[in-house]
């Protein structure tokens, strides 16, 4: 079960979340360093943000330096567990955020009901945002646009491994259809990509898509 929670020419519901994100940050009283540094506007974009040495633990500092993220929901399940006092049943929900432009989150959210399930796993989302680095690192293309990434990476999460290498203009994302959502999200629009273990877990596949674009950063920083 998934669903996109953005653009759908422009409705109503889009209108409504923006307004909702610009009144939470209108009444945002922030309790760490980096969300009164947001605030007061010492720090302006997210770039800065994520590049501080203060950790990100308000969502808020997401909805007031990137308003325009979209949000996707790519998975609900119905978890049970038994207890003393019997049966609970709760919704884990898994959903991404991202600008199409290069900044992506994934997060989790866990509630016995599915909207509450969405909303935190949303803000887990904001919470775990990430910069991938795009580029063109194909031989067969060497455009030195930013329609691809630089070079290949490896991303794994439970027994999923996805393989992500660049793939020049025009190829599109050759992969399957939970990565494909994910790199949509972060703006890559090319790449070849290749897959191993339990591929019909979708939460293993985004947090595997996930871990293999947070490489093209941290490899980029390493060099």
Excluded at 56 to 65: M, R
Excluded at 99 to 118: F, P, T
Aim: hydrophobic share 35%; net charge positive.
């Amino acid at each position: 079960m998934s669903g996109r929670r953005d653009k759908g020419g422009g409705g109503s519901g889009r209108r409504n979340r923006d307004r909702e994100k610009a009144r939470v940050v209108e009444n945002w009283k922030p309790v760490t360093r980096l969300g009164t540094l947001v605030q007061n506007g010492e720090i302006k974009t997210i770039e800065e943000a994520l590049g501080s040495k203060y950790p990100l633990k308000e969502f808020q500092i997401v909805d007031a330096l990137l308003p325009e993220l979209s949000e996707e929901v790519l998975d609900i399940n119905l978890v049970q567990r038994m207890t003393d006092s019997g049966r609970r049943v709760k919704f884990r929900v898994c959903t991404i955020v991202g600008n199409h432009d290069g900044y992506l989150g994934i997060g989790l959210g866990k509630d016995a009901l599915v909207r509450s399930g969405i909303e935190k796993a949303v803000r887990d989302a904001k919470l775990n945002m990430i910069y991938a680095e795009r580029g063109c690192g194909s031989w067969e293309c060497n455009c030195g646009g930013a329609h691809s990434i630089p070079f290949k990476v490896v991303g794994k999460s439970g027994s999923v491994v996805i393989t992500l290498k660049p793939a020049p203009k025009g190829i599109g994302l050759a992969t399957g259809n939970i990565p494909k959502r994910v790199l949509d999200f972060a703006g890559v629009m090319d790449v070849w990509a290749q897959t191993q273990g339990q591929t019909r877990t979708t939460f293993n596949q985004a947090y595997a898509t996930f871990n293999a674009l947070r490489k093209t950063t941290l490899m980029k920083m390493v060099k």
